[in-house]
C-alpha cells in the first residue's frame, strides 16, 4: 500500500525558471513571487516523498506535434531535461522509476484508461519548472524519482475537465495499491489564467483564478464540470492547461488541508498560482 501524502498545484512558466537560472529572483519585479513560494518550499523540504508523480503538458519541444496522445505515461529510466531552442536548463536530468510506472500503467489501463507509453521522453518547462518551484536548489539530482502523466491541454480536443478528474481518481487507487513504495508526492501543473497569442494575448482573469484555488481545494467536482470552451473563455487559451490540476486532486482525498497557496500577476504574461495540500488526515508536520 502507497499513500499520496500531498498534491502540489503549480504554473509553469518558462520564465520562472530562467529567473531562477539566472539569479534574479531577489530582483524587485520577481521578489513577490519567489516570497510567495517560500512557505510551501519549506514545508515540501520537510516532507519528501519516496517517489513523485508529476502531471504536465509538453509544449511541441519534447513530443511532435504530428502525435499527440490525451494521455500518456513515462516509464524511463531517465528523462532528459529538453533543449528548447535555448540550451538545457540547468538542472539535473531526472531519475525515473519503471517498476511503478508500469504498475500505474496495468493498474490505470484495468480501471479504463489506456495510456500511450513514452519509453523515451525529453521533459520541457512543463515539467522543470515546477521541480524547481518544489526544489530551488536540487543539487545533482532532484529530490525523489519522478514519474511523468503527460495530459495534450494544445491540440483540439482536449480532454474533458472531468475525465482529467476520472483520471485522477484511477490514480489514486493505482497508487493505493503499490507496494513498492510508501509515500508519493502528485504534481498538477500549468495555467492559471493565460493567453499567448492572438487577439486576447495577455488575457488574466484573477477573479476566475480564485474561483479556482477555492474550488481545486473544496469543491473540485465544480470545476470538473466545466467545458474546454468554459476554460478558453474564462482563463484564455492556454489557460485549459488548469485541466492537469483535476488529475493531481482527483488522486487525493475528498477533504485535503491546505499547506499554502499563493497568486501572483504577472509572470510573462501569465497569472501564476500554487496551492499545497496535505493529503493525511490529522495534524501533521
Ligand atoms: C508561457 C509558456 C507556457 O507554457 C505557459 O504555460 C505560460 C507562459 C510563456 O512562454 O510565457
Ligand atoms: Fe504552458
Redesign the pocket.
Known sequence: MSEVIWGLATS?VPSIGAAMDRGMTADPVWSPLFEGYAPAREWLARNKPDVAILVY?D?ANGVDMDIVPTFALGTAERYRVADEGFGRRPVPDVEGDPDFSFHLLRHLMDDGFDLTVFQELDVD??FTVPLSVWTPEPGGAWPCPVVPIVVNVIQYPQPTAARCYALGQALGRAIAAYEGAGTVGILGT?GMSHQLAGARAGFINPEFDHMFLDAIEEDPGKLAALTREDFIREAGA?GI?LIMWLVMRGAMNERVRRVHRAYHVPASNTAAGLALFDNRPGPSA
Open positions: 509553469h503538458n509544449h518547462h512543463g500549468g492556454e492547461e
